[in-house]
């Protein structure tokens, strides 16, 4: 037996047991296996665009070139993509000896179950044939909303206007109504299309649905992913009647019970015993968010740590006892402690947009994009750059880019700095414009949320985490050292370790503290963080930070005018 606890707990993992944790994102689904000493035993990817083409996805999700703002994916695909995964992890690792699985999956997209799913294709899965053809008949909408849709403005505004306003439906239940938060999506489809929502008998969202393929049956929402939803109170961590209500008639059978994320969804199901030989044994335990599971991953249990992801999406997050609603951000239950929330602010220019400035101004090469980043100066002569190639979130604003250049950048007074609007940059500017704006706005908007800025670490993950110059300009803006792990896909690690942590927890019949999956450990397994940059060395550092402190100012004060702009 290894020990899990180190810190006094009796609970051990089995010598011999493997953890595997998934990660369905928007791009792609990951794996990663861990021992029982919390080694990685194996890592492994399906990409959605590439591996599974036939979808005819890109970047994932499905653009309807008939309704703006509508984005969807299929179902299928994910499942498809879980059947793909597995047969190649079958080779890697030894899943006869895994006793838990777990998962991690993009937050607030939906699945419609068909009436009757259960019966017809989930509880009836033969492991001769594969999935996705097994499944092709159990869905109510071939097509999941996702986390990038941005069509249910109206929708929105009702919900919140049921709910006694913005600021209130966000005290209630952790956010106030943005158009990714599932709630309004289902009341989108409730009223667009009624025939979807009547042949519905379960809505999942993308982390439940995986699980539900994992147990053969329903599996439940988990109470943190459920906070993105708009229908459950973020304190007593249940459905609100009145958030139900104003959402969509007879919705709460159609959702189900919620489940706290170390709870067990069931044994895996036999197709996955007799298909991938996993032992009958296995636990399912509750699938999250990619933002909570991310976090488990990180082992973030200090306030004064920051997280800052950047993947599909750009998320920034940290851990509060008291967390105070607000219009930006978005309060979830710690997926891996009842006592304390996250709290989470996305953007959704992240790394698609970095992409398409590198193409069109860096030979669509991360080489030459770091090169004109080294080339450039910090502040970058004051060119602030705005770029949504995507309806933003955060803040929220239609897809455009828009160029500024600060004058008397050499002031210290935030009256001093004036600014004009200009129509391009050289090239090396607006790769260093993109940059650098993303993460003036997320320190801005950070400190708006009460996130800890400066915090005493930022601890960066994500797949642009992985460049170093990126990591540099981060640390520069922020006025902190930046931390990274072994590796980039927290998410799908964090998944691994909370299916130890479910496992512990099954075995003791209560919940253990999830430091006793790894304490101990944190410096030699696969979690140990590494210094990536340094801060605070030298005076350079601190007049830098001054510099950049005004600019944040300044760039929440242009987007505040370009709010006004596209509001009038
Ligand atoms: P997801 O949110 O789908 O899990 P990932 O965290 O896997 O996304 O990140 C994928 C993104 O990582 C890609 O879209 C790519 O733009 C970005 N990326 C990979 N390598 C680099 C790099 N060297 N510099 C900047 N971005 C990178
Ligand atoms: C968080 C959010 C995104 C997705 C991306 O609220 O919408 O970060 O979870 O996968």
Avoid at 178 to 206: F, N
Avoid at 240 to 256: F, M, N, S, V
Avoid at 410 to 415: A, K, P, R, V
Avoid at 491 to 505: E, I, M, T, V
Wanted: with cysteine.
């Amino acid at each position: 037996m290894s020990d899990a606890g180190g810190g006094g707990c009796s609970v051990r993992l089995p010598d011999d047991s493997l953890f595997v944790g998934l990660d369905c994102s928007t791009q792609s689904l990951k794996a990663t296996v861990l021992d029982a000493g919390l080694a990685i035993v194996a890592t492994d990817s399906v990409h959605f665009d590439s591996d599974l083409p036939h979808y005819g996805t890109h970047g994932g999700v499905l653009r309807d070139p008939t309704e703006r703002g509508r984005i969807v994916s299929p179902p299928l695909m994910w499942a498809e993509a879980l059947d793909l995964l597995l047969s190649k992890l079958r080779s890697r690792a030894d899943l006869r000896r895994v006793a838990a699985v777990s998962g991690s999956a993009q937050q607030h997209g939906s699945v419609y179950w068909a009436k009757g799913a259960v019966t017809a294709a989930l509880a009836a899965l033969d492991p001769t044939r594969s999935l996705a053809p097994q499944l092709a008949g159990a869905f109510a909408a071939p097509e999941s909303p996702v986390w990038m849709d941005s069509s249910t403005a109206a929708q929105c505004r009702e919900v919140e206007a049921a709910m006694g306003g913005p600021l209130r439906l966000a005290a209630l239940t952790g956010c106030r109504a943005h158009e990714r938060c599932t709630g309004p999506q289902i009341r989108k489809m409730w009223q667009t299309r009624p025939q979807v929502y009547d042949a519905t008998e379960r809505v999942s969202l993308v982390s439940s649905f995986m699980a539900s393929l994992l147990v053969g049956g329903y599996a439940c929402i988990d109470q943190t992913d459920g906070a993105g939803m708009n229908i459950m109170d973020i304190n007593k961590r249940q459905l609100r009647e009145d958030a139900l209500q104003a959402t969509a008639p007879k919705l709460e059978g159609r959702i189900g019970k919620l489940a706290p994320a170390h709870a067990v969804a069931g044994k895996i199901a036999p197709y996955f015993v007799q298909r991938f030989q996993f032992a009958s044994s296995c636990l399912v335990i509750q699938w999250s968010g990619d933002n909570p599971n991310s976090l488990a991953g990180l082992t973030l249990s200090n306030p004064g740590d920051l997280a800052i992801s950047l993947g599909t999406s750009d998320t920034v997050f940290g851990i509060t006892d008291s967390p105070e609603p607000t219009l930006e951000g978005n309060i979830l239950p710690n997926p891996v402690d009842p006592k304390t929330y996250m709290v989470l602010l996305c953007y959704k220019n992240g790394s698609l947009t970095r992409e398409d400035l590198r193409d069109r101004y860096a030979e669509r090469s991360w080489d030459t994009f770091n090169r004109l980043l080294e080339e450039t100066a910090p502040l970058n002569g004051g060119k602030l750059g705005f770029y949504y190639k995507e309806h933003e979130i955060l803040p929220p604003l239609p897809v455009g880019f828009h160029r500024y250049v600060v004058k008397n950048m050499t002031n210290i007074s935030l009256d001093e700095l004036v600014e004009e609007e200009v129509d391009k940059f050289e090239p090396p500017s607006e790769v260093r414009a993109v940059i650098e704006g993303q993460f003036l706005s997320m320190r801005g908007h950070a400190e708006k949320c009460g996130l800890p800025v400066p915090p005493k670490r930022i601890i960066a993950t994500g797949g642009a985490s992985s460049n170093p110059i990126i990591l540099k300009i981060m640390a520069s803006i922020f006025g902190s050292p930046v931390y990274t792990s072994q590796r980039s896909d927290s998410a799908s690690l964090g998944a691994a370790l909370r299916a130890a942590h479910g496992w512990l927890c099954n075995q003791e019949d209560e919940f253990v503290p999830f430091s006793y999956v790894y304490s101990g450990r944190l410096d030699t397994s696969a979690l140990s963080m590494q210094l990536a940059v340094p801060f605070g060395n030298c005076n350079e550092d601190t007049e830098l930070l001054n510099k950049y402190t005004l600019l944040v100012k300044k760039r929440l004060e242009i987007e505040q005018k370009l709010i006004e702009r596209f509001s009038r």
